[in-house]
């Protein structure tokens, strides 16, 4: 689901977090208006400290602007604004939501700014790549599609011009 991301307890300082959050972000940012209209009236949601039939949570404490001044290397000054919310589970941890805005036809690709070298993968999001969220999962932009639900360059240049039309 293009809309949908959750995740279970993550360390909310942790720069690997910092990092999974913005790559949802930028994914989400990403998407084509007219498919991402379908859901949530074009919002993407993530939720943090959840999974399947449980709601572990996170330890309370985080905070919306803490979390911003984390992301805004990442995403950059002219990233669109993003919603954060929490509910508590206990006296001790909460279930956090980052819900991403609607991507507008005219909006300007917005690449990632700075990359995170993790010790399991390769640095992700990386530098100056357009990460997309389609079909449930972020990734990078390409210059052609090789499956029919992955987005090619063309189409988010057509969304940046207004064009709202797929290939």
Same mark, same amino acid.
Request: glycine share 10%; hydrophobic share 35%.
């Given at each position: 689901?293009?809309?949908?991301?959750?995740?279970?307890?993550?360390?909310?300082?942790?720069?690997?977090?910092?990092?999974?959050?913005?790559?949802?972000?930028?994914?989400?940012?990403?998407?084509?208006?007219?498919?991402?209209?379908?859901?949530?009236?074009?919002?993407?949601?993530?939720?943090?400290?959840?999974?399947?039939?449980? +709601?572990?949570? /996170?330890?309370? %404490?985080?905070?919306?602007?803490?979390?911003?001044? @984390?992301?805004?290397?990442?995403?950059?000054? &002219?990233?669109?604004?993003?919603?954060?919310?929490?509910?508590?589970?206990?006296?001790?941890?909460?279930?956090?939501?980052?819900?991403?805005?609607?991507?507008?036809?005219?909006?300007?690709?917005?690449?990632?700014?700075?990359?995170?070298?993790?010790?399991?993968?390769?640095?992700?999001?990386?530098?100056?790549?357009?990460?997309?969220?389609?079909?449930? +999962?972020?990734? /990078?932009?390409? %210059?052609?599609?090789?499956?029919?639900?992955?987005? @090619?360059?063309?189409?988010?240049?057509?969304? &940046?011009?207004?064009?709202?039309?797929?290939?």
């Amino acid at each position: 689901m293009a809309y949908l991301e959750v995740k279970g307890p993550l360390d909310m300082n942790s720069k690997a977090t910092t990092a999974k959050i913005a790559k949802f972000l930028l994914g989400a940012a990403n998407r084509r208006p007219g498919e991402a209209a379908r859901h949530f009236h074009g919002c993407a949601l993530l939720v943090i400290g959840a999974q399947k039939n449980s +709601a572990p949570g /996170v330890p309370r %404490g985080t905070e919306a602007h803490e979390l911003e001044d @984390r992301l805004r290397p990442c995403l950059g000054p &002219q990233f669109p604004a993003f919603e954060f919310g929490r509910i508590g589970i206990d006296s001790d941890h909460e279930v956090l939501f980052v819900i991403a805005q609607p991507p507008e036809d005219g909006q300007t690709i917005f690449p990632c700014h700075r990359s995170y070298q993790g010790d399991e993968r390769p640095a992700r999001p990386k530098p100056d790549g357009a990460l997309v969220r389609d079909s449930g +999962a972020t990734a /990078v932009g390409s %210059g052609s599609a090789t499956r029919s639900s992955d987005i @090619r360059a063309d189409q988010l240049i057509n969304r &940046q011009v207004g064009a709202a039309r797929t290939a």
